[in-house]
């Protein structure tokens, strides 16, 4: 049961990636795509999907998605460009100070969609790199992050700077309430 | 409108020579790398670019290929500098 | 009157998008090592990708053509912006385990300091250039030798 219903749902994901790449309703382009998609899905769904099968189906969830990559996100990647911008301008690379950091991360983002998003927001904005994901031992999670200048050594002051107004958006999206092992 | 996107389209070629140029002479394999994934992406604007000029949109579809071979071959040659494939 | 406008506009946010093409060209060929190179190439793929589909996909809306054509330029900007931090981050963890050095050394290394041994690997493809060169000190000798002529 478990397997059909992760079936079901990457067939749908994958059949609607083909109607937005192919843009036709012709019945002949459907039943190719339905045929596609039906094997795509058979092979894939055991990699996409690991917990509860129709956590992505949440309108409300899509919609503060939608609201995140538009607004949030987007602002924290143009500030980052513009700093980025003025290193590589200014050209006075040897007064940087890389570095490896530490940073924690909210405990209430548990699921693989929540940290998997936290991790490639802070790969998106130019200047800060996720090298690994690990969790301490209260099971909070921990990003390793590169950074090209360490302006703040201190651990959680890092990571109020480097990620802090992202993750709080998207513990809305991901979040749930710490202690209840929800949807799994 | 035309002649915009055709602009547009030599400036990031240009860009690419200078990539070519970080890759042939980069000192590790690791900034070679570096340079083509960018490459991929700076080419795949390009063929964007390039189709909205000539008004032949399936460069757009040759744009989303490159766009995917990149991403394939900078994570198993990355994987492949790990010692792990 | 409108065309004039969404004429300027397109022509803005291309320039935004060559710039900062720009910045990520100028970083990889000039920034001192390769950490520095893969930070500033993020801007290639952020910014400069994002400005120049939603400047195809303006055209594309004021000239008539297809929502086909709409559609797939922003499958072509979310795809960019989704696999690019997963190959990213690859590239870095790579560099960094096969023991790529930093111009100046980390001022803080957390990943060395809590992995201790673990953090780098010995196990690597990355073969110094003189691996390869089989026409340096060989074939001079040779030369010299005479047995080639």
Redesign the interface.
Known sequence: MKKISAWLSTFILCFLFWELLVWSANPRELLLGALVSAGAAALSSRFLIHESAWYLYNPVRLLLLLIYCLFVFMRELIAANNQMAKIVLSGHYDRLSPGVIRVPGDGRIRSEYGLAMVANSITLTPGTITMDVAEDDQGNPVYYVQWIDVAETDRGKAGEIIKGRMERAIARIWGEKPGKEADR | ?NT??LI?AI??VV?AL??I??IARGP????R???A??LD??T??AL??YA?SCGR?IY??I??VV??L??IS??FI??????RV | MMSTVM?AI??VL?II??FF??I??MG??RMPD?FG??QA?TC??TL??IC??LA?IL??IT?G??AG?AV??V??AV??LV??P???H??C???Y??G?KPAEPFCVDDLAADFGEEAH?H????LPDSAFDVSGADASQQAEEGELQ
């Open positions: 409108m915009l996107f547009g400036c990031y860009l200078g990539l140029y970080r590790s394999a690791a900034d790398l570096v340079a994934d960018s992406l700076i795949s604007t964007v670019l909205l949109m757009l579809d744009a989303l766009a995917i990149g991403f900078t994570v990355s994987r492949y500098l790990e010692g | 004429t397109i022509a291309l998008g060559a093409a720009l990520g060209t990889i060929l390769v190179r893969m190439s290639i793929a400069s990708t120049v589909n195809g055209y594309v000239a053509l297809s054509t797939k330029l499958i072509l795809f960019v696999t690019n997963i190959s990213n690859a590239l963890k790579a560099a385990r096969i790529c690997t196990n690597t493809a990355d």
